[in-house]
């Protein structure tokens, strides 16, 4: 059974950081590409970063609230998991964070779809 658990999640005033790290078991992790996801209240979930087997990162850099240089996403294939450093943190970041897996990279829009998922862990980033 694949399971994809967060954490790290948490309150921090704005400019601060947090990492978020996402432990991932059941499944073959080095040939699986990992992404990080949001979703605030009211919204529609909004992709953040993604890593392939290999390293090659992509980032959300079309929104207004663009997390490209602020957020890095990285990825220990030993260790099985995938982390999501967050700095220069703003109040419009505040969402519940998801990690997801599948095969194929990078996600694609619109839909973004991903074969597992994560139940997420909740930021608020105070102002």
């Known amino acids: 059974q694949v399971q994809l658990v967060e954490s790290g999640g948490g309150v921090v005033q704005a400019g601060g950081s947090l990492r978020l790290s996402c432990a991932a078991s059941?499944?073959?992790?080095?040939?699986?590409?990992m992404g990080w996801f949001r979703q605030a209240q009211g919204k529609e979930r909004e992709f953040v970063a993604a890593i392939s087997w290999s390293g090659r990162t992509t980032y959300n850099a079309d929104s207004a609230d663009s997390v490209k240089g602020r957020f890095t996403i990285s990825r220990d294939n030993a260790k099985t998991t995938v982390d999501l450093q967050m700095n220069s943190l703003k109040p419009e970041d505040t969402a519940v964070y998801y990690c997801a897996a599948d095969r194929g990279y990078p996600p694609l829009p619109p839909t973004y779809a991903m074969k597992y998922w994560g139940k997420g862990t909740p930021v608020l980033v105070s102002s």
């Open positions: 059941g499944l073959t992790f080095s040939i699986y590409a």
